[in-house]
């Protein structure tokens, strides 16, 4: 070690100082400085080990003694013995085993006694340092196939630095499985050289350095394979160069939904994503359970230049998963780092967020998570529909009451477009739920700086009032230009004219449909209750004979990608 015992143990001694009385202690220095590695900068990790019974914090005390930094932690006993047995009963599942657990079990196993040597002998005797040691190899060996896998993946996708940074973690991952298996167990890759020196295998070590320092210099696909290879020679399972291997597959709790032209995909019933243009002709073109060179000539002849790029983005936000056949689901990550799992980007920033045709994007091959949980979104989504409904409702309703001189009605049916118009703003821009009717206009200020002209426009249409004809034209035409402007805003410039005939009827019911099915399977309230009769009747009308034209052939059914294997179902 590169300080002495006498030094040491001086350093305990002013480091229990400042701690409260307590039993005796078994003490073991951990840690870098233990293994016989470390520098000035290093801590100092003194475990501090009792008979109690009640179970010792696991959080440690940072103390600053002689200008040294010394984190004092404690455990019991039986704390430390179920600790052993953990990682013991997690041998054959090493994938399960948390990084801590097995970090905090090594560290103890190879620690050096400071006082109790009887005690740190017992306790150390609850583990074999040769299972450790198979343990410790084995761990390193599932991440090193995971992230050569994945590194695999990414050259296929045409992601070529990312391809080299996980090719360049799993040259870690390798080398450190095969130093483990030599009794090199500590788990920080930082002291990697000097556990490499340790060893004194001059031709790994050599093997091993030339490669990382030539990750820049050969060709992704090169540099993967020579990883590969280093890996095969150190006798590391389950890693060859063998791409056709990695298929696509359906990942759980992801569903697709629809609506007009635009795809979103939920991922756990609650983000959503809005797929552009692009990203939506890649997603749609995905035959699940085929090797991924498949699936990608699949998404490249759709024509969009991008779509290796889009597909690594499918996999990188868990939409899709990668799995190596005969070695279940690809899980790339990096230990000590980060953790495991898709990534969720900052929100989108598309305002409005939705229009009746489905979520705003920000380009047209972008996957831009929607600022809202899908049951909110899905919430706002059908309050938009059924608001446009509500304006088309008004409209004939107005019409008929000025035609009849009904002054008084057309007022009141007025100033209910208008409400039900600033109801379909609100949900554009995600408001759920929303503000009372008597509020909407006040509550306009909620929304970006850009609607003010609506709110001045629907300050003014609140004011207007109908006693004549030549009134109620002028309040009807400035109520027209305002709806235009509000669908405009919204995507329902397009939006049927409900009342006027059937097919404008079935129309309005496609659209709503669509969004219905959507608002269920996430668990969003309804806007009435008679939408749950459509779901149930598949779109259709409840009371049509069974030769009246359905709700469009394939509108209203939440959209799944194809998948090839038939223990799956089809089209599951």
């Known amino acids: 070690m590169i300080l002495s015992e006498d030094y040491l143990q001086g350093l305990l001694d002013k480091a229990l100082a400042e701690l409260r009385p307590g039993d005796e202690w078994a003490v073991v220095l951990e840690g870098s400085i233990a293994e016989g590695f470390g520098n000035p900068s290093s801590d100092i990790d003194f475990l501090l080990i009792g008979r109690d019974e009640n179970d010792l914090p696991t959080m440690p005390s940072l103390l600053f003694v002689d200008g040294r930094r010394v984190e004092v932690r404690t455990r019991t006993v039986r704390q430390i013995a179920e600790q052993f047995a953990e990682l013991q009963a997690g041998a054959k599942r090493v994938a399960r085993i948390p990084e801590d657990l097995l970090n905090r079990c090594q560290r103890l196993l190879n620690s050096f006694p400071l006082r109790g040597h009887a005690l740190v002998d017992e ?180 024509g969009v230049g991008a779509a290796g790029s889009l597909l690594a983005d499918f996999l990188r936000l868990g939409l899709v998963r990668l799995a190596w056949k005969g070695g279940g689901t690809v899980t790339p990550a990096l230990p000590l780092c980060a953790p495991p799992g898709p990534i969720t980007p900052p ?66 049916t007025a100033r209910r477009a208008l409400q039900a118009a600033l109801r379909g703003l609100f949900s554009a821009y995600g408001v759920n739920p929303l503000p009372a009717d008597s509020d909407l206009i ?23 009032t109908i006693d004549t004809p030549e009134h109620g034209s002028a309040v009807l035409a400035e ?64 009371h049509l004979s069974a030769q009246s034209p359905p709700v469009g052939p394939t509108t209203g059914v939440p959209m799944t990608l194809r998948q090839s294997n038939p223990e799956h179902g089809q089209n599951s």
């Not at 509550?443 to 003014?460: H, K, V």
Request: aromatic letters at 6%; glycine letters at 8%.
């Open 347 to 412: 929100p989108s920033t598309a305002q409005p967020l939705l229009t009746v045709r489905g979520a705003a994007v920000t380009a047209v091959d972008s996957i831009d998570l929607v600022p809202l949980p899908a049951e909110r979104f899905a919430a706002a989504a059908m309050a938009l529909v059924w608001s446009n409904v509500l304006v088309e409702n008004a409209r004939e309703d107005l019409a008929g009451a000025l035609q009849r001189g009904q002054w008084r009605v057309a007022e009141l």
């Open 479 to 542: 109520l027209e230009a305002f709806v235009d402007l509000v669908r405009g805003i919204t995507g329902a410039d397009a939006f049927p004219d409900s009342f006027d005939s059937a097919d404008g009827w079935r129309a309005t019911l496609e659209i709503g449909y669509d969004w219905l099915r959507l608002g269920a399977h996430v668990g969003a309230d309804l806007p009435i209750q008679e939408a749950r009769d459509l779901i149930a009747s598949s779109g259709a009308q409840p």
């Open 123 to 302: 306790i150390k005797g609850l583990l074999p340092a040769e299972q450790l040691r198979r343990t410790a190899a084995d761990w390193w060996e599932h991440y090193a196939r995971q992230s050569h896998r994945q590194a695999m993946a990414l050259v296929c996708l045409g992601e070529s630095e990312e391809a080299v940074d996980w090719a360049r973690a799993g040259l870690v991952q390798v080398v450190k499985a095969w130093a483990a298996g030599q009794g090199e167990t500590y788990l920080e890759p930082k002291w990697l050289s000097m556990q490499l020196d340790r060893v004194n295998r001059p031709e790994v070590r050599e093997r091993y350095w030339s490669l990382e320092s030539s990750a820049r210099d050969l060709p992704a696909a090169d540099y993967v394979a020579a990883c590969v290879a280093l890996a095969e020679d150190l006798g590391i399972s389950g890693i060859q160069w063998r791409p056709d291997r990695l298929t696509v597959e359906r990942r759980a709790g992801v569903t697709t939904w629809q609506t007009g032209e635009r795809v979103q995909v939920i991922r756990g019933r609650r983000d959503v994503f809005a797929l552009g243009p692009q990203a939506g002709q890649v997603w749609r073109s995905l035959v699940l359970g085929r090797p991924l060179p498949q699936v990608l000539a699949g998404a490249e002849a759709t």
């Open 442 to 464: 006040r509550r306009l200020t909620l929304l970006p700086s850009s609607t003010r002209q609506i709110r001045d426009l629907a300050t003014r249409l609140d004011q207007l």
